[in-house]
């Protein structure tokens, strides 16, 4: 009784908490209130005291003042929902609490009884797709949502992580490694990639609101964007737009992308913020319209943010269609220019782990860069996400600039491509002579200042020359200088290993 009570008053409070809300434009509270289901104004109720951040980001959302049924009626470039229809209970009240927290349960392991109602912890893609099934497709055949798997799943990457994040032993005069814990992993490499979030039970917690029996779930929180979900699904919708407000002004301004692209492995927010598209943003950005769906390029905005490249709807003043809008955030690149250990066309699918080259190793080029060919998109798909870029870049230059961007572009690649097969040369000669151990190609001396070659420096180089800027990052700043340096370090290394090694002889 004492509960029932209690929820009582809590959705008297959230009506009486929400009449003072600043509802949007063409929405008035009143409006706004009369159609919040009773499931969710119980969810505010008790949120309201014990977790006020959540309903405060929430009530600031497009979620809390737009019935679905009149986001499916907007015209078509104007739409932000791709469903032809949703389901009824959905069609007449504002996207609560209740209303992602209770999609498919059936599917969801982390269902559990809460407070009188049925609810999962995470909300996950496949929640979302109920109305945004479009988005959620393409984003689940991206690289993003494999991230896990192309990760830990490709024996040679997860040598490079547990290498790097082992804890290493002096003992005897031999250092020794020990696997990383979960936690580590998780706080690291997996932060960005995702963990597998799993169901075990229940477990009895206690809160503000007394004790609680709530899901016991492995490896949360996490919004990577490969997290494997209690439901099966895979990927983060939250990565880009975090909870609860799930803003596309969030997702479209750089600081997002920033939460992973960053230096020295692949150096693109620190890239843009020097370059001359960061320093009009920087500027700039106080004036811009983030949240207009058409994004109008002179209107909403005045230079590119990584939104505009790789994945928003944009289009001129006039109306016309710049770029669809995508969520295959490969869509517009014909390149992948992130080395592994070469740049090489975009593979064909975002699971990367089918990929076998000529040596039959998971990687897209073998050492001397010979690419797997039939695992990467061809000279006519090339062609075609080529052509989607430019029309980007061509709305605000000249089809002259633009190509000598791209020019420039297509010379770096070559290049670095070519110091990366030096390096590669000089560790094939140190297995070669023995000096050290191909076994595991990330723990000796010369091998990791082979990593460093192409995934620091050459990846650092193509990144500046990529978004037209930052020439530091190209030349002495993890740039060409490095690669130098590298290179020398490298041969010296060689020799000197070779010299110690004739000596023991």
């Known amino acids: 009784m004492k509960l029932r009570a209690f929820l009582a008053v809590c ?45 405060a980001d929430w009530r600031k959302s497009r979620h809390a003042v737009t019935l679905p049924a009149d986001a499916l009626r907007k015209p078509a470039l104007q739409r932000r929902v791709s469903a032809q229809s949703v389901p009824p209970q959905l069609g007449g009240v504002v996207v609560g609490c209740y209303e992602c927290h209770s999609l498919n349960l059936a599917r969801h392991k982390d269902a559990f009884d809460h407070n009188g109602f049925r609810i999962q912890v995470v909300v996950s893609p496949n929640d ?23 990760l830990m799943d490709n024996p040679v990457y ?25 936690k580590t992993l998780h ?48 990927g983060a919708c939250s990565a880009c737009h975090p909870r609860h407000s799930f803003s596309i002004e969030i997702a479209r ?31 700039k950005k106080h004036t811009w319209n983030f949240s207009s769906v058409p994004w109008v390029v002179g209107k909403d905005f005045s230079a590119p943010t990584c939104a505009t490249c790789h994945n928003s709807l944009v289009t001129s003043p006039s109306g016309e269609v710049i770029a669809e809008r ?11 220019i992130f080395g592994l250990p070469y740049a090489h066309p975009q593979p064909k699918s975002g699971n990367t782990t089918i990929i076998r080259n000529a040596d039959g190793l998971p990687l897209p080029t073998t050492f001397t860069n010979i690419p797997a060919s039939s695992y990467l998109i061809d000279k006519a798909e090339q062609d075609k996400r080529f052509a989607k870029m430019k029309g980007v870049c061509t709305s605000c230059h000249t089809t002259a600039w633009t190509m000598g961007h791209f020019a420039k572009l297509d ?53 500046a020359s990529a978004m037209s800027g930052a020439p530091d990052y190209a030349a002495f700043k993890n740039g060409w200088w490095e690669l130098l340096l590298n290179t020398t370090a490298m041969k010296d290394t060689l020799d000197y290993k070779t010299m110690l090694k004739k000596g023991r002889k």
């Open 158 to 182: 997860h040598t490079l992580v547990s290498t790097i994040t082992g804890i290493k032993k002096f003992e005897k005069g031999k250092i020794s490694s020990q696997a990383p814990s979960d």
């Open 411 to 463: 010379n770096t690649i070559q290049e670095t491509n070519a110091m990366t097969l030096t390096a590669t040369q000089i560790l094939v000669e140190a297995w070669k002579r023995g000096v050290e151990d191909k076994k595991n190609p990330f723990d000796e001396t010369i091998e990791q200042l082979w990593l460093r070659h192409w995934l620091f420096y050459g990846n650092s180089i193509r990144y």
């Open 253 to 283: 301004k750089p600081h997002t992308c920033g939460q992973c692209h960053l230096e020295p492995d692949v150096p693109a927010y620190n890239v843009y913020k020097e370059s001359k598209h960061g320093n009009i943003y920087e500027s």
């Open 326 to 336: 995508t969520h295959n955030f490969s869509d517009r690149l014909w390149v992948r």
């Open 187 to 234: 706080e690291t490499c997996l932060g960005c990639h995702g963990t597998l979030v799993e169901a075990k039970g229940l477990r009895k917690v206690n809160t503000a609101m007394g004790e609680l029996e709530v899901p016991k779930l492995t490896n949360w929180p996490n919004q990577g964007v490969g997290r494997m979900n209690p439901d099966g699904s895979i």
């Open 128 to 150: 979302c797709s109920t109305c945004h099934p479009v988005e959620a497709t393409q984003y689940g055949d991206t690289k993003k949502a494999h991230a896990i798997k192309n």
């Open 11 to 55: 959705s008297i409070a959230a009506v009486l908490a929400l009449a003072g809300f600043a509802g949007s434009a063409d929405q008035k509270p009143s409006q706004a209130l009369a159609k919040i289901s009773p499931e969710t104004e119980s969810c505010i109720g008790c949120h309201e005291q014990f977790t006020p951040g959540i309903v």
